[in-house]
């Protein structure tokens, strides 16, 4: 079974290889044109590191026909409010690939940030110190979400801002066992739940949104301003394993079919 998974995903990923990417520029538009919702300057970043110990290399595998960092870039450059996006990774792959997308700017990791055991957070601090460029929000994506949208990333977003909330986490409902189970009360995060458990909320690893001087000081996501935007289990799908990867196909044929999103 697992040398059918790995042939299968050996060749998948050889056709996301070949997506056409001229189809991205199309619908993207002059990148120095600031958007500034509500006067503020944010940064999308997504974070695509190269090693991944249960599905190799998951970043660059074909999903419906585009490499799975692709379908995050896709939604980012749609996204109203997003005035700047970054790729942050070690993968020469994506490096190489994302360099011919229009309106992309990608900074390569260094292999101390690109460890199984790095934090996301540490990620981020760094990338902060780097920029030249002053921003008010990051907006971090994980390519490992490819279903989420871009009304997603711009309706958490004008959530955090409008709200005057200091950060903002996508979570979901979710009636099976819950990967990251949370506490909420009034749409706002109050804790990580201790024990994995059915019928609750879940971090779901789409948007990670927060204030920039926030962060810096407090180098988290989670706090007690932070508002959780709810997202449907059916976008909530996060890439971790074959059985996600699967799945995730399976959901987008069902969306071709069906327009279930």
Known sequence: KE?????????????????????IKKNTKKFWILKLYQNKKILGVITARLGSKRLVNKNTINLHGKPLFIWT????LKSKYLDKIIISTDDNTIINF?????????????????????KSEDVI???ISKIKTKFNIICVLQPTSPLRKKYDIDKSLKM??????KSVVSANYDNDLCK?????????????????????YSINGAIYATDVDYFRKN????GKKTKIYFMPKSRSIDIDTIEDFLKAQSLLKKWKQKEIF
Do not use: C, Q
């Open 3 to 23: 040398k059918k998974e790995n042939n299968y995903i050996s060749s998948t990923r050889n056709m996301g290889r070949s997506w056409n990417k001229k189809r």
């Open 73 to 76: 870039v896709e939604e980012a």
């Open 98 to 118: 994302s360099k011919k997308i229009k309106n992309i700017k990608v900074i390569r990791r260094s292999k101390k940030l690109s460890k199984d055991e790095t």
């Open 125 to 127: 601090l760094d990338l």
């Open 160 to 165: 955090m801002i409008n709200s005057k909330s």
């Open 180 to 200: 990251h189970p949370i506490k909420v009360k009034n749409n706002f995060f109050k804790g990580f739940k201790n024990n994995k458990s059915k019928n609750g």
């Open 219 to 222: 180098k988290t996501f989670f």
